[in-house]
C-alpha cells in the first residue's frame, strides 16, 4: 500500500551524514523531488511499500493485532558500508492497523524521536535512525492543533517480538518458521549451519537484548513503553515515545504519562526485557523442536542466560563508568554504594559521572553534584585507591562513556515547544549540534550541562500517538 499524500510538504531536517552512509547524496535528498517521496507523495521508483502487522503484550495486556498504523516500509537499501537497512515513513496515513486513528504524527513526536535517536547512535546505543523530518502543511488534531510532520526512520529491520507473537497466535508455524529464517539471514546468518538454528538465533536475541538495556542503564535512559511489540530482535532501540534522560539518579523513576503503575520504570527495564524474551521463546517453541517439553527445556535454559549475561555486561559497563579497566568481582559493590549515595543525595546522574572523569583527569574544579556527603567523600577515597592500583589512564576509559551531553528532558521540551508554536527550529537544531557530540566540551552550551532549575523540571512525558 502507498503512503497518503499530503498538501504541503517542507523539509526541516535532513540527516547528511546518514544519507551517505545509506549512499545518497544530501543535495539529491534535499531536491523538491526527494522531499515528495520523504513525505509520501511519490513512491520512490522499484520500491513496493508495505504496512507490516504484529502483536504484542501492552503493559502486561495481550493486544491479537495491532501492525503499523501510522508507518509505512518503503523498501531496504544497502549502505556503502555493506548493512542492509530498512527505510520507513512514520506519519503517512492509515492503514490496516491504524485501529481508528488518523495515521498522522505531529511535529513535535517528530522532532522528539529525531533527537533522541540520534542522541543515542552517538552514545553508541544500537538504535533506529533518523534519516529526515518533513512538515505536511495538514494540522493534526491530539489535545490540541499541530502541525502535521513525517519521519523517515532507518533500521536493520523493523521485525518485533510481536511480529512473531502475531503469526504465533495465528498458530500459522509455517509463517513463524520463515519469518525465523528471514531474521536470521538478516541478523544470526551463522546460526543458519548451527545445530539448532532456532535456538541459536534466540541465543542471539538474548544476548543482544541484555547487552542494549545495560546501555541504556548506564546513561539513565528510559524508554517508557517496552511492550513487545517495541521490542526488535536486531537490538535496537525502537519508538521513541515517552522516553527520557533522567536527571538526578532514581531507580524507580517513571516519566511515562501512560505508566501508572511502574511498569517500565528504570530498574524495571531488565527485568521486563526477559519477560518480552520469554513470549518470543513461546513463540519459537514449534520449530526449536517437535517434542515441546524438549523445547521448553531448551528455551528455557537460554532465557535463564540473561540475567548472567546482563550482569556480566553491565558489570563491564559500569566500571568502566568508574575508569577500571579490569574489573574484580569486589568492584560490583563499589558500583553499588555509588548508585546508593547517590539515590539518597539526589544527585544528578549524568554529572556526577562526569564529575569523576574530571576528578579523574585531574579537571574537577567544580563542585561535587553528590555535595558535601560525608559517605560520598569516602567512596571517593576508596575508588582512588583503585583506580590508583592499574597502570591503565582511568580518564582515558572514562571519557569515552561518561557524556558531557544529554538530550535533558527541559531543553527537549523547550526545541519542541517552539517548533511546534512558532515553527521556530533553532532551538531544535542547536540541542542536536550539541547532543550528536556528547563526550566534548563545546563553547558556550553550559546551559545544556546543568540539570533543570524546579520550574523546568518535567515531571511527564507523552507518546504522541
Same mark, same amino acid.
Given at each position: 500500500m502507498n503512503p497518503e499524500p499530503v498538501k504541503a510538504p517542507s523539509l526541516v531536517k535532513l540527516n547528511a551524514e546518514l544519507a551517505s552512509v545509506l549512499g545518497f547524496r544530501a543535495q539529491e535528498l534535499g531536491s523538491e523531488e526527494a522531499v515528495e517521496w520523504l513525505s509520501g507523495n511519490r513512491v520512490p521508483a522499484g520500491a513496493e511499500p508495505i504496512a507490516a502487522v504484529y502483536a504484542g503484550h501492552q503493559f502486561g495486556g495481550w493486544s491479537p493485532r495491532l501492525g503499523d498504523g501510522r508507518a509505512i516500509l518503503l523498501g531496504e537499501v544497502v549502505g556503502k558500508d555493506g548493512v542492509r537497512?530498512?527505510?520507513?515513513?512514520?506519519?503517512?496515513?492509515?492503514?490496516?492497523?491504524?485501529?481508528?486513528?488518523?495515521?498522522?504524527?505531529?511535529? !513535535?513526536?517528530?522532532? %522528539?524521536?529525531?533527537?533522541?535517536?540520534e542522541a543515542m547512535?552517538?552514545?553508541?546505543?544500537?538504535?533506529?535512525?533518523a534519516l529526515a523530518a518533513v512538515t505536511t502543511g495538514q494540522p493534526v488534531i491530539r489535545d490540541t492543533v499541530m502541525p502535521g510532520a513525517i519521519l523517515t526512520r532507518v533500521a536493520e529491520s523493523h521485525i518485533r517480538v510481536g511480529t512473531f507473537q502475531y503469526f504465533a497466535s495465528?498458530?500459522?508455524?509455517?509463517?513463524?518458521?520463515?519469518?525465523?529464517? &528471514?531474521?536470521?539471514?538478516?541478523?544470526?546468518?551463522?546460526?543458519?549451519?548451527?545445530?539448532?538454528?532456532?535456538?541459536?538465533? &534466540?541465543?542471539?536475541?538474548?544476548?543482544?537484548?541484555?547487552?542494549?538495556?545495560?546501555?541504556?542503564?548506564?546513561?539513565?535512559?528510559?524508554?517508557?513503553?517496552?511492550?513487545?511489540?517495541?521490542?526488535?530482535?536486531? !537490538?535496537?532501540?525502537?519508538?521513541?515515545?515517552?522516553?527520557?534522560?533522567?536527571?538526578?539518579?532514581?531507580?524507580?523513576?517513571?516519566?511515562?504519562?501512560?505508566d501508572h503503575y511502574g511498569r517500565y520504570a528504570f530498574s524495571n527495564q531488565p527485568t521486563i526485557a526477559q519477560w518480552n524474551l520469554v513470549q518470543l521463546a513461546q513463540c519459537l517453541l514449534p520449530i526449536i523442536d517437535q517434542d515441546r517439553d524438549h523445547?521448553?527445556?531448551?528455551?528455557?535454559?537460554?532465557?535463564?542466560?540473561?540475567?548472567?549475561?546482563?550482569?556480566?555486561?553491565l558489570a563491564s559497563r559500569m566500571t568502566r563508568k568508574l575508569g577500571i579497566a579490569a574489573p574484580e568481582p569486589e568492584d560490583a559493590q563499589l558500583v553499588q554504594e555509588l548508585l546508593d549515595v547517590m539515590a539518597k543525595e539526589r544527585a544528578d546522574f549524568t554529572l556526577t559521572f562526569r564529575f569523576l572523569t574530571d576528578t579523574a583527569t585531574g579537571d574537577a574544579d567544580h563542585e561535587s553534584p553528590v555535595g558535601g556527603s560525608s559517605t560520598f567523600r569516602e567512596w571517593m577515597t576508596?575508588?582512588?585507591?583503585?583506580?590508583d592500583q592499574q597502570d591503565t589512564d582511568p580518564a582515558a576509559v572514562m571519557s569515552m562513556v561518561n557524556?558531557?551531553?544529554?538530550?535533558?528532558?527541559?531543553?527537549?521540551?523547550?526545541?519542541?515547544?517552539?517548533?511546534? %508554536?512558532?515553527?521556530?527550529?533553532?532551538? &531544535?537544531?542547536?540541542?542536536?549540534?550539541?547532543?550528536?557530540?556528547? &563526550?566534548?566540551h563545546q563553547n558556550d552550551c553550559e546551559d545544556f550541562v546543568t540539570p533543570p532549575e524546579p520550574d523546568e523540571i518535567v515531571p511527564a512525558t507523552f507518546c504522541g500517538t
Open positions: 537497512r530498512d527505510i520507513q515513513l512514520k506519519g503517512s496515513g492509515q492503514t490496516p492497523y491504524s485501529r481508528s486513528g488518523d495515521g498522522r504524527a505531529a511535529i !513535535g513526536p517528530v522532532l %522528539r524521536e529525531y533527537l533522541i535517536s547512535h552517538a552514545l553508541g546505543v544500537p538504535t533506529t535512525r495465528q498458530q500459522d508455524y509455517d509463517a513463524i518458521r520463515a519469518l525465523a529464517d &528471514f531474521s536470521i539471514a538478516r541478523h544470526d546468518p551463522e546460526a543458519a549451519d548451527a545445530e539448532n538454528p532456532y535456538l541459536t538465533f &534466540f541465543a542471539g536475541v538474548v544476548e543482544r537484548q541484555a547487552n542494549l538495556i545495560v546501555q541504556w542503564l548506564s546513561i539513565g535512559f528510559i524508554h517508557g513503553v517496552m511492550n513487545t511489540d517495541n521490542m526488535t530482535i536486531s !537490538g535496537e532501540t525502537i519508538d521513541y515515545g515517552p522516553c527520557a534522560f533522567m536527571d538526578h539518579y532514581n531507580p524507580e523513576q517513571v516519566y511515562s504519562s501512560i523445547a521448553v527445556e531448551l528455551a528455557q535454559a537460554v532465557v535463564d542466560e540473561f540475567p548472567t549475561l546482563f550482569q556480566a555486561a576508596r575508588w582512588q585507591a583503585r583506580i557524556p558531557i551531553y544529554i538530550p535533558r528532558n527541559h531543553r527537549v521540551e523547550e526545541a519542541l515547544d517552539a517548533a511546534t %508554536r512558532d515553527a521556530n527550529y533553532e532551538p &531544535f537544531e542547536r540541542l542536536l549540534n550539541v547532543i550528536t557530540n556528547p &563526550f566534548e
